[in-house]
């Protein structure tokens, strides 16, 4: 010991124990405070009862010899932070040349555990800038793994630790996964078996076991816990197909069987799913579904669930059944009883081959939407109003062929709605009055609006809205009405999925009610007898030629609701039905198809076959009281 010190120590100035400290802090060392951090000793002045140190930003700062030895931890010459101050363009060496050699030097210089904060604080400032560490201690983690000498924890606040002898990951990974209790930690566990199974040299022994576990665990959870089975089943089948010696255990757990038995759940369990595994379901529901597929699926379309919804139209494409999904699509619009989602999913994909179902009709189901949204708050139907704000192109795509009658009733529409205040609506409307200035008197109030135009139909077309119409008021009401009762009688309405299914199919039925209501009051029927065959006119044959190529074709010009192209009967309210009607024989006129447009001459007028329906009694009077209110 200094003599210097052994004076104060039978001064009774300092006890031994400090004296034998103050020994190792003679000037030069380095030394670590709570409160300063990192810092050298300058000297000692005995007579002053001081130790002078040398701490970043403040020099020769002096201590009391006993507090200085109560209170500082002396650093040996190998420890990092001493090797940062003697010599830091050689650290800075060691970092891209052997990053495994300075990560031991830390985790050594801190007591061989560390967490990542406290091994970021060593080294950003004057060795990395915060997004140069990012960068190394990525890559650097991957080489630690590797190594063997290194435990390196799943979360962050975990301290990274040291080993004394080396571990390979094969081992680490199998004791990890023996270790794990939650189920979403053995599912990390085994995704983190699967990314490494390469580094197994003897699967049969080391992963054969996991795999009977994983099937174990994925029987005993398929009633209470549906999606970790299915992400355990999808894991295991990873982990066979990567590692062909291993063997499954039980043949009846596999996905499809999975699908099948869980059919009427799926649309609980694919939301638990992580994205790239419920991709995977819904790619597997025609071989485990069969020809049923294409139902569930389309069940699945109204979950509002939106991954599900932009997923399902690709396995409609790839098992080509896209028809299927237009003809849901075309009757879900038509009906007003699409889902947010699915009108979202539609909008933001109208460019390609679903564009034909952007029509006006599409706005009045995105309206609907809206409407039955408004006050359930688990809907996603603010999705689609910042989409119909926010889009300045979706509403003239919907109009961009539109008659001006059509826009005219989708104003009318856009006004009665209750989801948008007065200033949007007015934002609204002007994106329609854009494509047709001469509507602009709808809501300026100019000119009085017209009353609703009549509708020429068939008795035959009238009598199937009629009974559409009966249908829905003597049975589809009712029972809805029923399942609302029953539904509530399930208590608590907030979490109530019957509940809000039936009143939301509720507003579909009524607004259909109200819809049909319109229709019936405004259609006219007729069996297109006698029709003036001197011009083209409802209830006539057209006969046209082709100017340019000779071909001929002919039209049927029928009432509102008869359109059949597929055997040439049209409507008269469709573009080509106007642009026929009133033309006389030899007449040239022009058609235009989506973009192509042709010029074709009329070569004949014969009248159509009369509506052999007979009228009803009912639906003649009311026409004829219709007739005499106008």
């Known amino acids: 010991m200094d003599a210097e010190l052994e004076k104060l120590v039978e001064a009774g100035k300092l006890t031994a124990r400090q004296a034998d400290h103050l020994q190792e802090l003679k000037p030069g060392t380095f030394c670590l405070h709570k409160s300063w951090g990192f810092g050298r000793v300058a000297e000692w002045n005995l007579l002053l009862n001081q130790v002078l140190i040398d701490f970043p930003g403040k020099k020769a700062h002096p201590m009391q010899l006993s507090y200085a030895a109560e209170n500082l931890t002396v650093i040996p010459p190998a420890h990092f932070l001493a090797k940062k101050a003697t010599d830091l363009p050689g650290v800075k060496a060691l970092v891209k040349k052997d990053p495994v050699a300075l990560m031991r030097n830390v985790l050594e210089s801190l007591g061989g555990s560390a967490t990542v904060a406290q091994v970021s604080q060593m080294l950003i400032g004057d060795i990395f800038s915060e997004p140069e560490w990012k960068r190394w201690w990525d890559s650097t983690k991957k080489l630690l793994n590797k190594e063997g000498y290194f435990s390196i924890p799943t979360k962050k606040s975990e301290p990274i630790q040291l080993r004394g002898e080396r571990v390979s990951r094969a081992d680490e990974l199998i004791k990890f996964f023996n270790q794990t209790r939650q189920p979403k930690e053995q599912v990390a566990a085994l995704e983190q078996i699967i990314k490494f199974h390469h580094e197994f040299d003897k699967p049969e022994a080391q992963l054969q076991p996991i795999v009977t576990e994983i099937e174990n665990v994925a029987a005993r959870n398929k009633r209470l816990n549906a999606p970790l089975t299915f992400e355990l089943v999808m894991a295991r089948d990873d982990l066979l197909a990567r590692s062909p010696a291993l063997k499954t255990t039980n043949l009846s757990l596999t996905l499809t069987r999975l699908i099948a038995d869980e059919q009427a759940r799926l649309g609980a369990i694919l939301p638990k799913l992580p994205a790239a595994k419920e991709r995977r379901v819904l790619q597997a529901l025609p071989a485990a579904l069969g020809e049923t597929w294409t139902t569930r699926a389309l069940q699945m379309m109204l979950s509002n669930h939106a ?5 399902l139209p690709r396995v409609f494409a ?66 689609l109003r910042d989409l119909l704000l926010d889009d300045r192109e979706l509403i003239p795509d919907m109009f961009v062929d539109a008659e001006v009658g059509v826009a005219r009733d989708a104003m009318r529409r856009l006004m009665l709605t209750p989801v948008f205040d007065e200033l949007t609506k007015r934002s609204l409307l002007a994106r329609i009055i854009k494509l047709y200035p001469e509507l602009e008197s709808v809501i300026t109030g100019e000119q009085k609006e017209e009353k609703s135009e009549a509708l020429v139909v068939s008795w035959s077309s009238l009598e199937r809205r009629k009974s559409e119409y009966e249908e829905l008021v003597n049975k589809k009401i009712p029972e809805n009405s029923k399942e609302i009762g029953v539904a509530r009688s399930y208590g608590d309405l907030r979490e109530n ?23 019936l009051h405004n259609a006219r ?28 074709e002919s039209y049927t010009l029928l009432g509102a609701w008869d359109g059949d192209p597929d055997r040439g009967i049209i409507s008269y309210q469709t573009a080509i039905g106007q642009a026929l009607l009133g033309h006389k024989l030899g ?10 447009t042709r010029r074709f001459a009329i070569i004949s007028i014969d009248p159509a076959p009369v509506d052999v329906t007979p009228p009803d009694p009912s639906l003649t009077e009311v026409a004829a009281e219709a007739v005499a209110a106008d």
Do not use: Y
């Open 307 to 311: 991954r599900a919804v932009m997923q």
């Open 318 to 383: 790839e098992e080509g059944k896209q028809d299927e999904l237009r003809a849901f699509l075309e009757r879900g619009i038509r009906d007003h009883s699409v889902t947010s989602e699915i009108l979202v999913w539609l909008c933001k994909e109208r460019v390609g081959e679903w564009r034909s179902l952007v029509m006006p009709d599409l706005l009045a189901a995105i309206l609907s939407a809206l409407e039955r949204d408004q006050h359930n708050e688990n809907s996603r139907g603010s999705k």
């Open 497 to 519: 999925f019957e509940f809000k299914a039936a009143k939301e199919m509720q507003a579909v039925l009524m607004r259909r009610k109200s819809e049909l209501e319109t229709a």
């Open 525 to 552: 029927g007729t069996a297109f007898e006698s029709p003036d065959t001197s011009q083209v006119s409802i209830g006539t044959i057209v006969g046209l030629r082709d100017s340019d190529t000779g071909k001929e």
């Open 587 to 596: 007449e040239i006129v022009t058609l235009t198809d989506h973009e192509d």
